[in-house]
Nanobody, 120 residues
């Protein structure tokens, strides 16, 4: 199967920066879209940012201009650079990837989540 391992979360003061990483491994034929969701306490999981294999990106309005998503296809890794962090960015951040495990089998995989906490 496929595993997604996240790193880079932590506690930071408002206005600070963090960089999340997520590396995919396992039975991978090709990875299509990769990206990040987040879930704050008592709220639904929401899309933060996504990036296609070709590099096209999309962002939630709440993070535009502050967060940047990128990926290294050779390493099957996606990154999320988070700048100008706000307390409302506090959440568990989940990496996801749409992976073809064969030429015809496509599934979505999720990481275990990494906590981001922003203090005011």
């Amino acid at each position: 199967q496929v595993q997604l391992v996240e790193s880079g979360g932590g506690l930071v003061q408002a206005g600070g920066s963090l960089r999340l990483s997520c590396a995919a491994s396992g039975r991978i034929f090709r990875i299509n879209t990769m990206g990040w969701y987040r879930q704050a306490a008592g709220k639904q999981r929401e899309l933060v940012a996504g990036i296609t294999a070709g590099g096209s990106t999309n962002y939630a309005d709440s993070v535009k201009g502050r967060f940047t998503i990128s990926r290294d296809n050779a390493k099957n890794t996606v990154y999320l650079q988070m700048n100008s962090l706000k307390p409302e960015d506090t959440a568990v951040y989940y990496c996801y990837a749409e992976v073809l495990t064969t030429a015809f089998a496509r599934n979505a995989f999720w990481g275990q989540g990494t906590q981001v906490a922003v203090s005011s």
